[in-house]
């Protein structure tokens, strides 16, 4: 499912993004600290993985693939020449 940050705050590793249908959801420190990433800005759009409650328990890039981004990198991309 994919999101858009719609806060983050860095001192708590926290925040809270826009589902696509409108709704906030809030994310906490243990969901962010498996993302790999350093920071989130507004409107930026997210990849989240939710658990049966719909709390947020994982988020990534939206453009970045889930699981190892690096997996994969040194290979071209289809249709390169």
Do not use: H, K, W, Y
């Not at 939710?50 to 994982?58: E, K, L, M, Q």
């Amino acid at each position: 499912m994919q999101a858009t940050v719609r806060s983050f705050d860095p001192a708590t590793r926290s925040g809270s993004v826009f589902l696509d249908d409108g709704t906030v959801t809030a994310f906490g420190p243990a969901a962010f600290a498996g993302s790999g990433l350093r920071l989130l800005r507004p409107g930026q759009r997210v990849a989240i993985g939710c658990d049966s409650g719909g709390a947020i328990v994982s988020l990534t890039l939206a453009t970045l693939p889930a699981g190892n981004a690096a997996e994969g990198a040194d290979q071209p991309a289809e249709g390169a020449d």
